[in-house]
């Protein structure tokens, strides 16, 4: 992945830190979390594992700054995605509706953010320091403010709720997700059963649902 054997400078650790950031996103792409391990890591990358773990101090740590990664490219698209969709002159009903689309729709080709919001309680959190816990936690309170303020630009009346809107709606994503990608056994089921397809969701559209519903929540009882 480098063309050099040792990282002797900040800049070459740096490169090397950001070789097995890519290279995990990467796997992400091909792969389930769960079958991301620090062994095919350590091949794909070219450094043992042992080298690997002087840059990171779990897998687990590798995908919180992922996850911190991809929540921060997310965060900087979504302005611009809720200029174009969201109606300033429309009721506040209208808009609500049209934040919740905003959001949906966003994350509709970000699947590595969708898989590491599912799992960053479950999962990401545990088998880290109290050091590097706390540093994807102040990153992550940073991005959930961020998306806070974007909310009550385009929705004022949530006031000071903002924040437990967004909160809420990254909780949603997470478990939405999850709910959206059964398992090969749950699609087989399906396909013998169509009565249980009720169960088989779409992952955007009941998403939008469910934001749409936290958001029209939020908005009455912050107004309350």
């Given amino acids: 992945m480098t063309n050099f054997q040792r990282a002797r400078s900040e800049e070459q650790r740096e490169i090397r830190r950001r070789a097995i950031l890519d290279t995990t996103a990467a796997m992400l792409e091909e792969m389930p979390i769960a079958e991301v391990s620090l062994n095919e890591l350590s091949r794909r990358v070219g450094l043992a594992k042992s080298n690997v773990l002087r840059y990171f101090e779990s897998r687990e740590a590798i995908l919180l700054e992922l996850l911190d990664r ?3 490219q997310w965060v900087a698209d979504l302005p611009a995605l809720a200029h174009v969709g ?4 429309a009721p506040v009903s209208r808009r609500a509706e ?7 729709a966003s994350l ?3 699947q590595v953010l969708c898989d590491l919001l599912s799992a960053q309680a479950g999962v990401l959190e545990h088998n880290v320091s109290p050091q590097a816990a ?3 936690k102040r990153a992550a309170v940073a991005n959930v403010a961020d998306i ?10 949530l006031g000071n709720s903002a924040a437990q809107l967004t909160a809420a709606m990254i909780m949603a994503i997470g478990a939405v997700w999850t709910h959206a990608r059964p398992s090969p056994a749950m699609l087989a089921a399906y396909e013998a059963d169509p ?11 009941t998403l939008q649902e469910m934001l749409a519903t936290l958001t029209a929540g939020t908005v009455a009882r912050a107004s309350a």
């Fill in 98 to 104: 049209q934040f919740a689309a905003v959001i949906a």
């Fill in 108 to 110: 509709a080709q970000r």
């Fill in 134 to 136: 706390a540093r994807y």
């Fill in 70 to 72: 991809a929540w921060q």
């Fill in 86 to 89: 969201i109606d300033q002159d």
């Fill in 148 to 157: 806070a303020a974007l909310a009550r630009r385009h929705l004022p009346e």
């Fill in 195 to 205: 009565l249980l397809t009720a169960f088989k969701l779409d992952f955007v559209t």
